[in-house]
C-alpha cells in the first residue's frame, strides 16, 4: 500500500552504499516538476523505516526542499542485504567500488558463494585488500566508481600506499585525469617515492606541479607537462641517452628523417629520405660523405 | 585472482602420470634474441618457492605442485628425440616449470635421470635450483654428463626477493659438496636486479664463487637481468607489496618485455663479465640470457650470429674442453640450418 512519509521519518543508511552513485539530470527535473512519482520501497523495522530502494529520490527531494515523499513497505522473506542485492544487482555489477561498499554496508561474509554472486575473486587476503580500499576518501572511491575501474585494477593503483591515490586526486580539478592516465601517473608516483624513498609533495614539488596547476591552460595540457616532467623524473638515463642522441640528430641539419627505436632496445637508425629531383640526390650524397655527419651518425650507432 | 591458489598449490606434490609430450624448446626463444636453444623436460610443474619476480605467477594456470612419475615414458620420449637428431649436442633441462631439485628428496625424480644421462649419448642434463638439495644425488653415477646449475644472487636480493629458497651460504655449501662429487656446475647469474649496492654485492658473489668452483668444472655462466611483462609487474607489486623490484627504471621493449633501460644492463653485465673473466679466465662458457646481438657486443666485444650459432657454441665447447662427454666434432652448418628444431 502506498503511504506518504516525511524525509526525515526515513532512514537510508542500508542504502548508503549507493552514495557515489550520481542521480541523472532528468530524474532530477522530473521530480522538480512533478514530485516523486514511483515510491520509494521501505523495510519496517520497530523503530524506524529504512529505505532500501530509492536513495537517489530521497536525495534529490531532499536536495529541492520537498517534506514529504511517498513509499511502500516491504515484507520480504529474506534478510535485508538479500533484498538489496537483488532489488539492485545490475547496478551493484556495473561497478567494483559499488559492490566494495555494499559488503561493508551489510557487513556481508566474504565466503565463496557470496564473491562468486558479485563476481569477485576469493583468496586468502581479500578482506584485508577491501578494509584498504574502503580507507580511500569518499572523492577518490567516487573517482574510482565513475572511472569504472575494476576490482583488480583498483589493487593495482593501491599495491603500495592508498594515501598517494588521495594525494594525487586532490589535483583532479586542475588535470582531469581519464583512467588511462591516472594508472601512469600513479604508476610514476609509486615508483618514484619507492626508488628515491621520498613523498608525493617532493615529487610535486621537483616536477614543477605547482606551477604547472596554476597555468591558464586546459586540464588535458598541464597533464601532459606535467606527465612529461614525471617521465623525465622517471626514467633519469633513457631520458639522457635520447636527448642526447637527438641533440647530435639536429646539429647534422639534414632533410632526411633519421629514426631510432625510441625504448633504444633495437639498435641501428633508419635514414628516410624522400628525394624528387638530381640535386637533392647530390647534396645527400655530398652530406653522407661529410666527415663530420658520417661521425655524428656512427657515434649515434654506437649509443645504441 | 589466481593469486591465492598460485600459492595453495605449492604446499602438496602431486605424482602426476606422463600426458602428452614433455620436452620442448625453452619457452622464452625468440628470433630477436641470441638465445642458446637449451631444451627443457616439462617433468615438474610450479614450485615450493616463492620468489617475487617468479614468471610461474603470471604463467601456470594449474597452480598444483606437479612431478611427472611415470620416468619410463618421460625417458623414451627423450630417447626418441635425440636419435632423431643424433648430430646435435643437446642440453636438457628440467628447471623450466619448477625447481629440478627442491622437491628431490620426496621425489627422486633427478636421481633416476641422471641416471640415464649418464649413458645418453648426445645429450646432458641440466638440473636448476636455488635449494641446497643436493645430498640425494651426491653419490649417484653420472659419468659428468649431468650440469648441477644454481641460480645465483645477492645475498641481499636472495633475503628480500627469493622468498623460501636456501640462503647464500647454504647453496655456496651445496656446490662445494657437488664440485666435490665430481659434477660440472653451471651459475646462471640471473636475474641481476638493479639497487644501490648491487656493483660491490655482485663482486662479492663472483668471488665466492670462484673460491669453490674450479675453472674445470664449469660448464657454463649466464647472465641475464630482471625482466616481465607488464602483466606480470602488476602481480609482482600485488603479491610482494614491500618488494621494491620494479620501481627502476624498466621500459617495455619490442617484446612486450619490461627491462632495465639498456644503458644500466650494459653496466651490469659488463660489470660482472669483467669479473668472472678475472675469476675464471678466457675459456669459460660465458654467455647473455634473451639479449640481443648488439648487447653481446658491447659486453663481450663479440657476438654469435644466430640462436644456430650461439647452439653450435655450446657443442663446440663441450667437444674441445670436455671430449668425453662431446666426442663428436659439431657440424656448424647442421647446427645453422636447424636452429628452429
Known amino acids: 500500500m502506498i503511504a506518504i512519509a516525511s524525509l526525515h521519518e526515513l532512514q537510508t543508511s542500508f542504502m548508503d552504499w549507493s552514495r557515489l552513485i550520481e542521480p541523472t539530470s532528468h530524474l532530477v527535473e522530473s521530480i522538480k516538476k512533478y514530485g516523486v512519482l514511483s515510491p520509494v520501497l521501505c523495510i ?72 562468486q554472486a558479485l563476481t569477485l575473486p576469493y583468496y586468502a587476503h581479500l578482506k584485508a585488500d577491501i578494509a584498504r ?15 569504472r575501474f575494476s576490482f583488480k585494477e583498483i589493487l593495482n593503483i593501491i599495491h603500495y600506499n592508498v594515501s598517494v591515490i588521495d594525494e594525487v ?4 580539478w586542475a588535470f582531469n585525469f581519464t583512467k588511462t592516465q591516472f594508472d601512469t601517473v600513479i604508476s610514476y608516483i609509486i615508483a618514484l617515492i619507492k626508488r628515491n624513498k621520498t613523498s608525493f609533495k617532493s615529487i610535486f614539488d621537483q616536477t614543477n606541479g605547482p606551477t604547472i ?70 647534396q645527400f650524397t655530398q652530406k653522407m660523405c661529410d666527415n663530420t655527419v658520417h661521425d655524428t651518425l656512427c657515434e649515434i650507432i654506437n649509443r645504441l | 585472482m589466481s593469486t591465492g591458489y598460485y600459492r595453495d598449490g605449492k604446499k602438496t606434490i602431486k605424482m ?3 600426458k602428452g609430450e614433455k620436452m620442448d624448446t625453452c619457452a622464452t626463444i625468440h628470433n630477436d634474441y641470441v638465445c642458446c636453444n637449451v631444451k627443457v623436460l616439462k617433468s615438474v610443474s610450479n614450485c615450493p618457492f616463492d620468489c617475487s619476480y617468479c614468471f610461474l605467477q603470471n604463467y601456470l594456470t594449474n597452480p598444483d605442485l606437479e612431478v611427472v612419475n ?48 649418464a649413458t645418453c649419448p648426445n645429450a646432458i642434463l641440466e638440473l636448476k635450483t636455488k635449494s641446497d638439495n643436493v645430498a640425494p644425488i651426491l653419490h649417484c653415477d653420472h659419468q659428468q654428463r649431468t650440469v648441477v646449475s644454481w641460480s645465483m644472487n645477492t645475498d641481499y636480493i636472495i633475503r628480500t626477493e627469493e622468498h623460501k629458497t636456501a640462503s647464500l651460504d647454504h647453496r655456496l655449501a651445496a656446490i662445494h659438496q657437488v664440485v666435490d662429487a665430481g659434477y660440472l656446475v653451471g651459475l646462471h647469474l640471473d636475474p641481476m636486479i638493479y639497487y644501490p649496492e648491487w656493483q660491490a654485492d655482485y663482486t662479492s658473489l663472483i668471488q665466492q664463487l670462484a673460491a669453490i668452483v674450479p675453472q674445470n668444472q664449469i660448464a657454463w655462466i649466464s647472465i641475464g637481468s630482471l625482466r616481465f611483462n607488464p602483466e606480470q609487474k602488476r ?10 623490484l620494479t620501481c627502476q627504471e624498466m621500459i617495455t621493449g619490442p617484446d612486450n618485455k619490461m627491462r632495465y633501460v639498456k644503458p644500466i644492463r650494459t653496466q651490469m653485465y659488463t660489470h660482472v663479465f669483467q669479473h668472472i673473466r678475472q675469476a675464471w679466465g678466457p675459456n669459460t662458457l660465458v654467455y647473455l640470457c634473451m639479449e640481443r646481438w648488439s648487447m653481446w657486443q658491447a659486453v663481450m666485444d663479440y657476438h654469435p650470429t644466430s640462436i644456430g650459432e650461439l647452439d653450435y657454441i655450446f657443442a663446440d665447447h663441450f667437444h674441445r674442453y670436455f671430449p668425453h662427454i662431446n666426442p663428436q666434432i659439431p657440424n656448424k652448418d647442421l647446427y645453422l640450418a636447424y636452429q628452429d628444431t
Open chain 2, 235 to 244: 602481480l609482482i607489486e600485488n603479491n610482494f607489496r614491500g618488494s621494491t
Open chain 1, 133 to 147: 580500499i574502503l580507507t580511500l576518501s569518499q572523492d577518490a572511491q567516487a573517482f574510482i566508481h565513475t572511472k
Open chain 1, 169 to 172: 586526486l586532490y589535483y583532479n
Open chain 1, 213 to 282: 596547476i596554476e597555468t591558464d591552460t586546459p586540464p588535458q595540457y598541464r597533464l601532459k607537462c606535467w606527465l612529461t616532467r614525471l617521465r623525465e623524473m622517471a626514467f633519469p638515463i633513457h631520458t639522457q641517452v635520447r636527448s642526447d642522441i637527438d641533440a647530435r640528430i639536429a646539429a647534422i641539419h639534414m632533410d632526411t628523417h633519421i629514426q631510432y627505436d625510441p625504448s633504444l632496445e633495437k639498435s641501428g637508425i633508419t635514414l628516410n629520405a624522400h628525394i624528387t629531383h638530381p640535386d637533392q640526390l647530390r
Open chain 2, 16 to 18: 602426476v602420470p606422463y
Open chain 1, 44 to 115: 519496517h523495522t520497530t523503530e524506524n523505516r529504512y529505505i532500501v530502494d530509492g536513495q537517489q529520490r530521497y536525495t534529490i527531494a531532499k536536495d529541492i526542499g520537498l517534506s514529504h515523499i511517498p513509499y511502500i513497505d516491504l515484507t520480504p522473506p529474506i534478510d535485508t542485504a538479500t533484498l538489496v542485492l537483488a532489488l539492485h544487482k545490475p547496478q551493484i555489477d556495473t561497478s567494483a567500488m559499488l559492490k566494495l561498499r555494499f559488503i561493508r554496508a551489510f557487513n556481508w561474509t566474504l565466503d565463496a558463494a557470496h564473491c
Open chain 2, 70 to 117: 611415470d620416468y619410463t615414458q618421460l625417458t623414451q620420449e627423450i630417447i626418441e628425440k635425440v636419435q632423431r637428431q643424433p648430430w646435435r649436442f643437446f642440453r636438457i633441462g628440467t628447471w623450466e616449470l619448477g625447481d629440478s631439485l627442491a622437491l628431490e628428496d620426496r621425489t627422486g625424480q633427478a636421481a633416476k635421470l641422471i641416471h640415464f644421462f
